[in-house]
C-alpha cells in the first residue's frame, strides 16, 4: 500500500519541477541579458537571469539542510539574495553572475537561520555564529577519516574548546531532517529529487584564480598603509571580533578621536586604492 507523501515534500517536487523548466543561460546570452538590465533597467531581463539560476539557489540551500529549517524556507531566502546580486550586478568586470550571487544566496540563507534559531537568538557571538556553521563539516571531515564522530578532533580543528563544540552540537540536533525517508522503505529521500548542479572543474579553477587576484590586490593595499592604519584595519575593520577604539588608544597612547580619525582616513585610502572588483566582492 503507498502512503501519501507529505505536503512539505509534495511541495518541494512541485517546486523542482518547475524551476527545471527555466534554461540555462550560455555566456553570451547570459551578458547581453545583464548589459540589457544594466542600461536599461529591462525588467524582463532580469526576469531572466533570475529564474536561469533558480536551480543553483536549491543546490546551495541543500548544503544548509542538517540545521533543521524547512527546505522551501531556505529557498525562498536563497532567492532573495539572488535577487539582490542581479540588481547589484555588474556585467563589466568580468566574472560570471553566479560566482558573484552565491555570496548573497549565503549570506541571506545563513542570516536567516541565525534569526530563527531559537536558541542562537540570545547572546550570540560572532565565534559561536562561525563554531555554528563550521561544526557539521568538521564532524564530516573527521568521521571520513576516523569512520565516526568525534566531537573531541573537531573542537581541534576549528580550535574551540570541546566544551563548546558539544554544546553547539547539541543546539544543532533539528527534529526535520531531508536525509528521512519521504515513504518507509522506499530508501528515497528530499535530496534524491535536487538536480545535480555541480560545477565544473574550470568554474572551479576560476572561483580559485579571482579569489587568488583579490587576496593579492588587498595584500598589497595593506602595505602601502602605515603602522597605525594598518593595525587598526586588521583589529578593529576587519577582525571577527573588533577592538574597541578604546582599546587602540591605550595600545598606541593616543586619544580615541584621533584613533576615529585615522580608521577614517585608512578606510579612504583602501577605497582609492582597490579595484572596483575588490571592492564588490567584499561588499558582498
Known amino acids: 500500500m503507498t502512503m501519501n507523501l ?71 531566502e536563497g532567492n532573495i539574495g539572488l535577487m539582490m546580486a542581479v540588481r547589484k550586478f555588474n556585467p563589466y568586470k568580468g566574472i560570471r553572475l553566479i560566482s558573484y550571487a552565491v ?18 537568538k540570545i547572546g550570540t557571538t560572532q565565534a559561536q555564529k562561525k563554531l555554528f556553521f563550521k561544526l557539521n563539516q568538521a564532524k564530516s571531515a573527521i568521521k571520513s577519516v576516523l569512520g565516526h564522530d568525534n566531537l ?39 535530496l534524491d529529487s535536487l538536480p545535480d548542479e555541480r560545477r565544473s572543474q574550470e568554474e572551479l579553477l576560476s572561483d580559485h584564480q579571482e579569489a587568488a587576484i583579490l587576496q593579492k590586490e588587498i595584500a598589497t593595499a ?3 598603509l602605515n603602522e597605525k592604519e594598518r593595525y587598526i584595519i586588521e583589529h578593529r575593520v576587519a577582525a571577527e571580533e573588533p577592538e574597541t577604539l578604546q582599546a587602540i588608544a591605550e595600545h598606541f597612547a593616543i586619544s580615541r578621536e584621533r584613533v576615529r580619525q585615522i580608521e577614517e582616513g585608512a578606510r579612504k585610502k583602501l577605497r582609492n586604492l582597490l579595484t572596483p572588483l575588490v571592492l564588490d566582492a567584499v561588499a558582498a
Open 6 to 76: 507529505p505536503i512539505v515534500a509534495d511541495s518541494f517536487t512541485l517546486y523542482l519541477s518547475e524551476i527545471r523548466r527555466f534554461p540555462l543561460l550560455d555566456l553570451e546570452e547570459e551578458k547581453r541579458l545583464a548589459i540589457s538590465f544594466f542600461e536599461e533597467n529591462d525588467i524582463k531581463a532580469a526576469h531572466l537571469l533570475i529564474t536561469s539560476n533558480l536551480r543553483f539557489v536549491v543546490k546551495v540551500c541543500s548544503e544548509y539542510r542538517s540545521y533543521g529549517m524547512k527546505m522551501l524556507d531556505l529557498i525562498q
Open 103 to 120: 555570496w548573497w544566496i549565503r549570506a541571506y540563507v545563513q542570516n536567516f537561520i541565525v534569526s530563527n534559531w531559537s536558541l542562537l
Open 152 to 190: 573531541q578532533e573537531a573542537a581541534i580543528a576549528l580550535d574551540v574548546k570541546e566544551s563548546e563544540a558539544r554544546e553547539m552540537d547539541q543546539r544543532m540536533r533539528g527534529e526535520y531532517s531531508l536525509d528521512a525517508e519521504l515513504e518507509a522503505g522506499s530508501g528515497l529521500t528530499m
Open 222 to 224: 595593506m602595505e602601502k
